[in-house]
């Protein structure tokens, strides 16, 4: 019987994010990008490069709000794996606090305000 939890997947790290931030291509095309990662987030060297290069192919320099918001929240769970099981829209709160230092993109902040997320 283990006594540790199970490493949190990159794959799972993703569904989080996408769950979080609702629906719309991009996050489609995110979720199916990673679905077969099931390394370990941990031992991802530079998730910051993983999560920007995927949002650029996906969105092509322009990353709709959801898609920008996945992406942090992805590289905030790198980081704190015990989140995982956070409320989507605390989780989107805590991310966009430690992944924009509480200053978001426009678009982002506009995004965030229509979810009701209040991260200041």
């Known amino acids: 019987m283990p006594t540790e939890p199970e490493p949190v997947t990159l794959a799972a790290a993703v569904h989080k994010a996408v769950e979080a931030c609702g629906d719309g291509d991009g996050l489609d095309q995110l979720l199916a ?4 990662a099931d390394q370990p987030i ?17 969105a092509a320099g322009d990353p ?3 898609l920008q918001m996945a992406g942090a929240i992805i590289v905030y769970l790198a980081h704190r794996r015990d ?5 989507p ?3 989107l709160r805590l991310a966009a606090r430690a992944e ?8 982002v902040a506009a995004w965030l305000e229509q979810q009701g997320i209040e991260y200041r």
């Not at 990008?33 to 077969?36: C, L, S, V």
Request: hydrophobic fraction near 35%.
């Open 33 to 36: 990008r990673f679905e077969d």
């Open 42 to 58: 941990s031992s991802v060297g530079d998730i910051e490069d993983v999560v920007a290069q995927a949002t650029g192919a996906i």
């Open 100 to 107: 924009f230092d509480a200053h978001p993109p426009p678009d």
């Open 64 to 66: 709709e709000p959801q």
């Open 83 to 87: 989140e995982l099981t956070e409320d």
């Open 89 to 91: 829209a605390e989780l």
